[in-house]
Structures are given as structure tokens and as C-alpha cells.
């Protein structure tokens, strides 16, 4: 009997920067969940070429990149490939239909354009474009593969040229395009001296809960009123924190930013920028409380658990989550 794999299927916007490629072994079972009493969804076949976004124990969050679905699979059936699949266009390069200069040309890419390699043909390398997950096939000649991306070379009048990664941190572009957004990368991250341990996040979370139906009131850190910051300022002194009250801005310097919500643990802290007309970049600040929610004050119905996929919150406001347990 063939072995069977385990995966769980939705759309979310993860970064492909951050993955590498692997193969499936056998014939797979897609499931909803990673394990076995998961319901199965549908069938992947072996040989199946697979971008791993992340691992955790013994399971692998991974993309189809022929149609960008995503789920967890078993470690132990993915053949992990040694290097990188990932290129970077050395000049503007016509994307073809197929292998060979005889074939149509769907469109141009320009230099610097990041691919995701899905196989070699000859003198020609398949590849989906990671932002739109459109495919097509482009010379070898035209493409620096296996690059480490946060530190890559690129060719410029045939001198080869240091230039650094514009996203580090894998934030999304309206991030980037907020100007804030330098002023708070300059000094971060800053020391994390919340006290926030593993085994003290459940304590964390359960403090946090028990304001739920509390009123918002701007620096307030009682039940007759309190904001954002003084949510996660009174949940925090409930396991051992003894410093100042930080603001939305300064907490989320205090720990390593996680760029999708859908890498979120408990525990993990979920800002939003652009929600005031503040000069600082995150303007409101909650708490990853698990299965899909997260808890904050909001301004105008105070203390409340929110979806983590609410489009209010997520399609306009999200910025990054931020992982503060030590």
C-alpha cells in the first residue's frame, strides 16, 4: 500500500522568499489539518514538486506552485532539495510559452525580478512568478539561480555589483511605501525585557481575556477604561514584567516581526499601522490568542476578540505580527 501524506489547503499570502523546494515521495492524501484525523480534501502524486515554506516538529508548511495552494504535509515523505530553487533576471528577459526562442513571448520581466525554478528544460528553466503566480519559461543565460537573496549579486553593464535585499523582514509593499516605516527599521528591534517565556504564555493570554467588555479609554490600564497598549501593559505585569508601559509603536520593536498572520502562535503580538494620523509607523496593537482570533481594545467597542482574517482589520491596517516570547 503507498504510504500517504497529509496536507491542509487554503490561500494565504506567504512569503516565497523565505522557502525552499522539495519533492513528494508518493502519492499523497490532502487533508485540512496536519495529521491523520484530518479529513481529506484531495490527492497530490509522487513526484510532485513542492515549495516549503516552513517546518514545525515533523510537519512542513508548504505551496503547490501551479496553483499557489498551500498546506502542511509530513517531513518524513518530502524529499528536501539541497539548493535553493530561487533565480534573479540578470537583464530584462522575454518570458516565452515554451523552451526555445521559436516560441511565443508572453511578456517581459525586467532585471532584478526574483523567479521560484520549478524545472530545466535544456537551456531553459520553468519558473512562476512568486507575486502573481504566473508561469513561463526563460533562458538560462538570463538567470543567477541558487541566490541568497538577502545578500544578492546582480549584473549591470557586465560589472557584477553587491546590492542588498529592499525587504529583509518580508513585509507587505504597503508597509514599505509607508514612509514610517524607515524611522521604525533604524532602531529595531530594541531590547525585550517583558518577561514573556513559553511557559507563561497561556498566563499571558488568560489575563488579557478578562477584559473583554472593558471600554476603551486612551492611556487607560483599569476595567473602567483601558487602550491597546495597556491591555498587553496589565496582561504582561500578570507574569512578572516591572517596566514601563510601552506604547503600540514600542512594543512592536520588542520582538522578531513576523511578516504573515497566518505564522502566528499565541502569544504573538498583531499590529496595524495607518489607523491614526500618529508619526508612528504601528497606531494599534493586539494579542494572538489562537484559533484564528486575536484580542485588543478598539476605540470604539473596547476589549473584544476579533477573526484574524476580519477584511476591516486585514485588508487596510495589518502590518506584521510580532513574536515576543523569549
Known amino acids: 500500500m503507498k504510504k500517504l501524506l ?3 489547503f487554503f490561500i494565504p499570502l506567504l512569503s516565497f522568499s523565505q522557502s525552499k523546494m522539495g519533492t513528494l515521495k508518493s502519492d499523497v492524501n490532502v487533508r485540512w489539518g496536519p495529521g491523520t484525523n484530518h479529513k481529506i480534501i484531495k490527492q497530490l502524486p509522487r513526484g510532485k514538486q513542492i515549495i516549503i515554506e516552513e517546518t514545525k516538529e515533523k510537519w512542513c508548511f508548504i505551496t503547490d506552485p501551479k496553483n499557489n495552494k ?3 504535509v509530513s517531513k518524513s515523505l518530502i524529499s528536501f532539495n539541497s539548493s535553493s530553487n530561487y533565480g534573479e533576471l540578470i537583464a530584462n528577459s522575454n518570458i516565452r510559452y515554451g523552451p526555445g526562442t521559436n516560441h511565443k513571448i508572453i511578456k517581459q520581466l525586467s532585471r532584478g525580478k526574483q523567479i521560484s525554478i520549478i524545472k530545466t528544460e535544456g537551456n531553459w528553466y520553468f519558473f512562476v512568478d512568486p507575486k502573481n503566480n504566473k508561469k513561463g519559461w526563460v533562458s538560462k543565460s538570463l538567470v543567477k539561480s541558487n541566490s541568497n537573496f538577502d545578500s544578492s549579486q546582480s549584473v549591470e553593464n557586465n560589472k557584477v555589483t553587491k546590492t542588498v535585499d529592499s525587504n529583509p523582514y518580508k513585509v507587505t509593499n504597503r ?4 514612509w514610517r516605516w524607515k524611522n521604525f527599521i533604524k532602531n529595531y528591534p530594541t531590547k525585550n525585557n ?3 517565556y513559553s511557559n507563561n504564555i ?5 489575563e488579557a481575556k478578562k477584559y473583554v467588555g472593558t471600554p476603551y479609554n486612551w492611556g487607560g490600564t483599569t476595567k473602567s477604561g483601558i487602550d491597546c497598549s495597556g491591555l498587553i501593559y496589565n496582561s504582561l505585569k500578570s507574569i512578572g514584567y516591572n517596566g514601563i508601559k510601552k506604547n503600540a509603536n514600542s512594543l512592536a520593536k520588542s520582538g522578531k516581526i513576523v511578516p504573515n498572520k497566518n ?4 502569544g504573538d503580538l498583531v499590529c496595524f499601522h495607518r489607523t491614526t494620523e500618529s508619526n508612528n509607523l504601528i497606531t494599534h496593537i493586539g494579542i494572538y490568542v489562537g484559533d484564528g482570533k486575536f484580542i485588543h481594545s478598539s476605540t470604539s467597542k473596547g476589549v473584544i476578540l476579533s477573526n484574524i482574517d476580519d477584511p476591516y482589520y486585514f485588508n487596510k491596517y495589518w502590518a506584521f505580527g510580532v513574536r515576543i516570547v523569549k
Not at 497561556?202 to 488568560?206: A, E, G, I, L
Open 194 to 196: 517583558l518577561n514573556l
Open 70 to 72: 498551500k498546506g502542511w
Open 263 to 266: 505564522s502566528l502562535i499565541k
Open 6 to 8: 497529509f496536507v491542509i
Open 202 to 206: 497561556d498566563k499571558f493570554v488568560s
Open 175 to 178: 508597509v514599505l511605501k509607508n
